[in-house]
Nanobody, 126 residues
Framework: EVQLVESGGGLVQAGESIRLSCATS????????ITWFRQAPGRAREGVAC????????HYSGSVRGRFTISTDTAKNTVFLEMTRLTPQDTAVYYC???????????????????WGQGTQVTVSA
């Protein structure tokens, strides 16, 4: 059974950093695309960062490129999202999602993912 468990969310001030973790199990880590999505109240779910090929390839949305870094610990099948220079616009529930590679759609399309974590809240105060 595929499982994704996010952790690390919380309340931070603007300009600060936070690191999210996604512990995965139940699938071959190197064969999957793993993506962080976020969803703010009243807004569509947004793909922010993707990693695949066991951590050798990464992609970012324009809104986070240069501020967020996605990485993996392949020994622990865990994916991280290091978030820096946070702004109130980064406030959202952050989800980890996984799907076999190739997923058949663009990496940031939520419809391509069949496995999701429960989400972790990140709140950035001004």
């Amino acid at each position: 059974e595929v499982q994704l468990v996010e952790s690390g969310g919380g309340l931070v001030q603007a300009g600060e950093s936070i690191r999210l973790s996604c512990a995965t199990s139940g699938f071959t880590f190197d064969a999957y695309v793993i993506t962080w999505f976020r969803q703010a109240p009243g807004r569509a779910r947004e793909g922010v960062a993707c990693i695949h090929q066991g951590g050798n390839r990464g992609h970012y949305s324009g809104s986070v490129r240069g501020r967020f870094t996605i990485s993996t610990d392949t020994a622990k099948n865990t994916v991280f999202l290091e978030m820096t220079r946070l702004t109130p616009q980064d406030t959202a529930v952050y989800y980890c999602a996984a799907a076999p590679n190739p997923i058949g759609v663009a990496w940031f399309e939520s419809t391509g993912y069949s496995h999701w974590g429960q989400g972790t809240q990140v709140t950035v105060s001004a």
